[in-house]
């Protein structure tokens, strides 16, 4: 089994208002590969839109639509600190949403998070992502935790 730090990650961020969210997270997902280290990222992404009560006009065309993403990172390799590896994602991520979306998204907040917040928070409805081709060894570390 290959050495590696397992990182429980929230990824939030805003996007258009026509968004596909499973682009979204295979866009995340796929992150992994520009980290500087063999990574993988799986995790569930899904839309945070605001609630709308009765009598409340409903969300402009215009307005941006809150999207997230929890789930894990694993980092192969001895050394890495769960900072390290956030920072990266960190980097990776706004990286990527620039290059697709432009100025229409917000850059994303990532977090590290209690594993526990993971399994509690995720909604069922939330859409399933993953590192395509990954390490085999980090997908079954992963794997695991899902």
């Known amino acids: 089994m290959l050495d590696s730090l397992i990182v429980p990650l929230l990824v939030t961020t805003d996007l258009p208002p026509d968004a596909d969210l499973a682009e979204f997270g295979v866009l995340l997902a796929e992150t992994a590969r520009t980290l500087p280290f063999d990574a993988f990222l799986a995790g569930r992404v899904f839309w945070l839109d605001r609630p709308i009560l009765p009598k409340q006009r409903p969300a402009a065309e215009t307005e941006l639509r809150f999207a997230a993403m929890l789930g894990y990172v694993a980092a192969s390799g001895s050394g890495h600190a769960t900072r390290e590896v956030v920072t990266a994602v960190r980097?990776?991520?706004?990286?990527?949403?620039?290059?697709?979306?432009?100025?229409?998204?917000?850059?994303?907040?990532?977090?590290a998070i209690r594993e526990r917040d993971i399994h509690e928070r995720t909604p069922d409805t939330a859409l399933y992502v993953d590192t395509r081709d990954a390490?085999?060894?980090l997908v079954t570390a992963t794997r695991a935790y899902l």
């Open 91 to 111: 980097r990776a991520a706004t990286s990527a949403i620039a290059a697709r979306y432009g100025t229409g998204a917000a850059a994303p907040a990532v977090l």
């Open 135 to 137: 390490t085999p060894d």
